[in-house]
C-alpha cells in the first residue's frame, strides 16, 4: 500500500549518526536536496509552462477562463503548504512528509495525460494537496542542515535556489519540445519523470544516511495512535488522497475562489494570534516580521506571476520569438537565475566577511524596486512593435533578466529569513505561511492577467487618468492610438498598460521599503 513507501522506514534509518560531514563547504545533506528539488521542480514548471497554452489552444478555453483555472491551481498550491507544514511540525515530520508529496505530485503529473475533465481536475487537485506536503518540508529541511546565526544559511539557501531553477529552466523547453513533437501528454509525462526521479534522489539521500537525526517523526507515540485501526499517520495519508476531490472542484468553479481566501485569512489569522501569544517577547517581533515579509513577497508574486500566464500568451501573440517557443519562454528566467546564483551567494559571502552584507529589509526593497523595473522594460517594447502588432523579444529577454536580479535579492533570502524568524516549534507552519505569499499572489495574479484580456475594443482601467499618462510616457501609445490599429495592436496595448502600471507601483512600494528598513532591521533582534 502507498502509506507503507512512505510511513514504513526502517528503524536504522532513525539511529542515524550526526549531520557533521560536509561536501563543498555545506552540509552533504544539502546536495541530496538540491537535486530532489531540482527535479520535484521540473515536473512542476514542466507542466505550469504547457498548462495556460493547452487550455487555450487544447481544451479550447477562453483567456479569462484559462487565467481563472490557471490562477486557482497556482494559488492553491501555495495555501496547501500551511496544512501540510503544520502536519510535518505535529506529526509527520519533514521526511514522510516529503515522500507523501512526491507520490501525489508524480500521479498528477501522470493522470494529466487522460483528456477527460475529471482526470483533468482531479490531476490539479493531486498536485496541489502534494506539494502541500512537499513544498515547505524540504525547504524547512535545508534549514534544518545550519545551526542558529550560521554564516552559511543564506549561501546554502541560494545554491538551494540554485536547485530550483536547474529544473524550472529545463523543464520548460524540455517538456515544451516533447509536447510540440509528439503530443500534449508526451510533455506531462515527462513532467511526471522528472518528480519520479527527485523521490528516487530524496530515496538516495536517507538510504546513505546524509540527514543524521534531522526529520524524523517529531512524536513517534502520537504517531501511531490509533484512530479506526489507523495510526494517525496513516490516516493523515488516506486523508490526503480522500480531499483531492475537494480541490479539484474548486479549481473547476474558481469563480468563487474568493470565498475560500477569506476562509484562509480567517485561519490563518487566528492561528498567527494564537503563536504570538504562545511566543517571547524577541520571538514575536521576529515573527512580525517574517509576516512583514511575506506581505512584500505576496505584492511580489501577484505581478512575477504573469510569467506562467499573461506573459506567455504575450510572447505567444506580440512577440517575435527566435529560437524557443511561447511556452520555452517560461525558461528565461529560471535560466539567468542558474547564471546568477552562484555569483550572489558568493556576494553575500564575501559581504559577509567584511560585515557588508546588506540585512534582509534593504534586499526585500532593493528586490521590489528590481521587479518593477523589469516589468518596466517589458512596457518599453512598445517602441520596437511592427506592423504585426510584435514586438523584439530582445526586451523579453532584458526584462526577464532585470526582474530575476530582483528575485535573488528577495526568494532565497525570505526563505532563509523564515527559518530564522520563526520560533522553533513552529518552523514548518511558518514556513507555509511564507509560501501562501504565493496563494494570495497567484490568486491577485489572476486577476491582473484578466485585467489584460480585451473585449469589443475597450481598454483596460490603466489606460485612463494617471496611470494613463505613465502608460503614454513609458509606452509612447495613446487608447485613441491603440482603438485605431487592429486587434493584435489593442491586445499589445493591454498587456503593455498593465506591466507598466504594476512596474511603477512595485518600485514606489520598494523604495518605501527601503525608507523603513532600519526600523524592521531592529525589530529582527539580531538576525541579519
Known amino acids: 500500500m502507498i502509506w507503507k513507501y512512505i510511513a514504513n522506514q526502517s528503524k536504522t534509518e532513525q539511529m542515524n549518526t550526526s549531520n557533521s560531514n560536509e561536501a563543498f563547504g555545506h552540509p552533504k545533506g544539502l546536495i541530496y536536496l538540491f537535486f530532489a528539488e531540482l527535479w520535484e521542480r521540473f515536473s512542476f514548471y514542466g507542466m505550469r509552462a504547457l498548462l495556460v497554452l493547452y487550455m487555450t489552444k487544447q481544451l479550447l478555453f477562453t483567456d479569462d477562463m484559462a487565467f481563472g483555472v490557471y490562477a486557482a491551481y497556482m494559488s492553491l498550491v501555495y495555501v496547501t503548504p500551511m496544512i501540510g507544514g503544520i502536519l510535518a511540525d505535529k506529526i509527520l515530520g519533514f521526511r514522510k512528509a516529503i515522500l507523501l508529496g512526491g507520490v501525489l505530485m508524480a500521479l498528477g503529473h501522470f493522470f494529466l495525460t487522460f483528456e477527460h475533465p475529471v482526470f483533468f481536475y482531479g490531476s490539479l487537485g493531486l498536485i496541489i494537496v502534494g506539494n502541500g506536503f512537499f513544498k515547505p518540508n524540504i525547504s524547512s529541511f535545508v534549514g534544518d542542515l545550519y545551526k542558529q546565526g550560521d554564516s552559511r544559511r543564506d549561501s546554502g539557501f541560494t545554491i538551494f535556489y540554485l536547485g530550483i531553477n536547474l529544473g524550472a529552466a529545463i523543464a520548460p523547453l524540455a517538456c515544451a519540445w516533447f509536447a510540440e513533437s509528439y503530443g500534449w501528454h508526451y510533455g506531462f ?14 530515496k538516495n539521500g536517507l538510504k546513505n544516511n546524509v540527514f543524521g537525526t534531522k526529520g524524523l517523526v517529531p512524536d513517534e507515540s502520537l504517531y501511531n495512535q490509533k484512530y479506526f485501526g489507523l495510526s494517525k499517520g496513516k490516516c493523515i495519508i488516506l486523508s490526503a488522497f480522500l480531499v483531492v476531490p475537494l480541490f479539484g472542484i474548486i479549481v473547476k468553479f474558481h469563480e468563487f475562489e474568493h470565498y475560500l481566501v477569506w476562509i484562509v485569512s480567517a485561519l490563518l489569522l487566528l492561528y498567527i494570534i494564537f503563536i504570538l501569544r504562545s511566543v517571547s517577547a524577541i520571538e514575536k517581533k521576529r515573527l512580525k516580521v517574517a509576516l512583514y515579509f511575506t506581505v512584500l513577497y505576496t505584492l511580489f508574486s501577484a505581478i512575477f506571476e504573469q510569467a506562467g500566464s499573461s506573459l506567455t500568451l504575450f510572447a505567444d501573440r506580440n512577440v517575435n520569438l527566435i529560437g524557443m517557443d511561447a511556452a520555452g519562454t517560461n525558461s528565461i528566467n529560471a535560466g539567468f537565475i ?59 529577454v532584458v526584462g526577464y533578466l532585470v526582474l530575476t536580479i530582483g528575485e535573488l535579492f ?56 494617471v496611470f494613463g499618462e505613465i502608460v503614454e510616457f513609458i509606452t509612447g501609445i495613446t487608447p485613441e492610438i491603440a482603438i485605431q490599429n487592429s486587434e493584435n495592436f489593442q491586445q499589445l496595448y493591454s498587456y503593455l498598460a498593465v506591466y507598466a502600471s504594476f512596474g511603477v507601483i512595485s518600485v514606489i512600494v520598494g523604495i518605501f521599503a527601503l525608507l523603513i528598513s532600519p526600523v524592521i532591521k531592529k525589530m529582527m533582534s539580531g538576525v541579519h
Open 189 to 202: 509525462v515527462l513532467a511526471g519523470i522528472g518528480m519520479i526521479a527527485g523521490l528516487l534522489v530524496f
Open 338 to 396: 542558474i547564471l546568477f546564483a552562484i555569483p550572489f551567494s558568493m556576494l553575500w559571502t564575501y559581504l559577509s566577511k567584511r560585515k557588508r552584507n546588506p540585512n534582509s529589509a534593504v534586499k526585500f526593497s532593493l528586490g521590489l524596486i528590481f521587479l518593477g523595473l523589469g516589468f518596466i522594460v517589458f512596457a518599453l517594447s512598445a517602441n520596437s512593435v511592427d506592423e504585426f502588432a510584435k514586438t523584439s523579444m530582445l526586451y523579453l
Open 410 to 465: 528577495l526568494s532565497p533570502i525570505g526563505l532563509s529569513k523564515m527559518t530564522e524568524l520563526s520560533p522553533l516549534k513552529y518552523i514548518a507552519f511558518i514556513m507555509g505561511v511564507w509560501f501562501s505569499a504565493n496563494f494570495y499572489g497567484h490568486y491577485f495574479a489572476g486577476k491582473i492577467a484578466m485585467l489584460t484580456t480585451v473585449s469589443n475594443g475597450e481598454t483596460n482601467m490603466f489606460t485612463k487618468g
